[in-house]
Nanobody, 115 residues
């Protein structure tokens, strides 16, 4: 069974940094395009960063220049380095394949940015 386990969230002040990790299992990680998603209070889940099998990355405009997505295929793990955090980044962050496995969403990891 496919599983995603997110970690690394926390409470930080505006301007601070966090590094999120996503441990994936139950599928061939290296053969899948991956993404980080977030859901803020009162909003739908949105894609914020993606990384393809090739290593190519694409970011939502709201995080471009501040967030960096990466992957370590040998560890079946994806990362999101978040710098210069803003209060509007406050959300639960999830990982999934870009071809979303809807039955496999993890618990996510909470990121709270105080002003």
């Amino acid at each position: 069974q496919v599983q995603f386990v997110e970690s690394g969230g926390g409470l930080v002040q505006a301007g601070g940094s966090l590094r999120l990790s996503c441990a994936a299992s139950g599928f061939t990680f290296s053969n899948n395009n991956m993404g980080w998603y977030r859901q803020a209070p009162g909003k739908q889940r949105a894609l914020v960063a993606r990384i393809y099998i090739s290593g190519t990355t694409i970011y939502a405009d709201s995080v471009k220049g501040r967030f960096t997505i990466s992957r370590d295929n040998a560890k079946n793990t994806m990362y999101l380095q978040m710098n210069s955090l803003k209060p509007e980044d406050t959300a639960v962050y999830y990982c999934n394949t870009l071809g979303i496995r809807e039955a496999s969403w993890g618990q996510g990891t909470q990121v709270t940015v105080s002003s």
